[in-house]
T-cell receptor, first 115, second 114 residues
Framework: DADVTQTPRNRITKTGKRIMLECSQTKGHDRMYWYRQDPGLGLRLIYYSFDVKDINKGEISDGYSVSRQAQAKFSLSLESAIPNQTALYFC??????????????FGEGSRLTVL | AQSVAQPEDQVNVAEGNPLTVKCTYSVSGNPYLFWYVQYPNRGLQFLLKYITGDNLVKGSYGFEAEFNKSQTSFHLKKPSALVSDSALYFCAVRDWGGGNKLTFGTGTQLKVEL
């Protein structure tokens, strides 16, 4: 089983709908992240969380919200989806013990299409 | 602010030949640099990192990277490319602006042909 699991893997929705992308991890890591990947733009950080009570905005948080329900779960919500939110979304984790040199561990991605 | 640049959208190389994927960085503070690989329909996987010490860093699958402070570069290399190395490669730098985050480059598609 994957250490970082994202659901759904693929989703097609319509403009204005509310969408939730879920991430769960079995790595026991404190830190969790949501990134968005667009062709030619690389990965951009949406939100990150260093523990259940710590939520921080990344560089492109507008139009998104998150919830850290437990150490192992971090959800990303689009309250009212719009077509330019069509992208590949990645959840990632890192270990506090790794310090600033610790690497990220990624899920398989959730492909979202907003029509 | 931290940033990385990957000047080539795509690199083509013949199997068996050496490969280089370029990355330059800009950072205020110590440069903590990373390379990740993304295979089709998969998440990113960590390849290697430079934190401190030897400028030549060895990583997974026979890859290595050379840190060059004077040229602010961290190029990814492999002596002999394999078709299975074909993937999307991302360079990243630790963001010292707050929080333990990575800033990624735009990615370089590596295509290794027979």
């Amino acid at each position: 089983d994957a250490d970082v699991t994202q659901t759904p893997r693929n989703r097609i929705t319509k403009t204005g709908k509310r969408i939730m992308l879920e991430c769960s991890q079995t790595k026991g890591h404190d830190r969790m992240y949501w990134y968005r990947q667009d062709p030619g733009l690389g990965l951009r950080l949406i939100y990150y969380s260093f523990d259940v009570k710590d939520i921080n905005k990344g560089e492109i948080s507008d139009g998104y919200s998150v919830s850290r329900q437990a150490q192992a779960k971090f959800s990303l919500s689009l309250e009212s989806a719009i077509p330019n939110q069509t992208a590949l979304y990645f959840c990632a984790t890192s270990d506090l013990k790794g310090g600033f040199g610790g690497e990220l561990f990624f899920g398989e991605g959730s492909r979202l299409t907003v029509l | 602010a931290q940033s990385v640049a990957q000047p080539e959208d795509q690199v083509n190389v013949a199997e068996g030949n050496p490969l280089t994927v370029k990355c330059t960085y800009s950072v205020s503070g110590n440069p903590y640099l990373f390379w990740y690989v993304q295979y089709p329909n998969r998440g990113l996987q960590f390849l290697l990192k430079y934190i401190t010490g030897d400028n030549l860093v060895k990583g997974s699958y026979g890859f290595e990277a050379e840190f060059n402070k004077s040229q602010t570069s961290f190029h990814l290399k492999k002596p002999s490319a394999l078709v299975s190395d074909s993937a999307l490669y991302f360079c990243a730098v630790r963001d010292w602006g707050g929080g333990n985050k990575l800033t990624f480059g735009t990615g370089t598609q590596l295509k290794v042909e027979l």
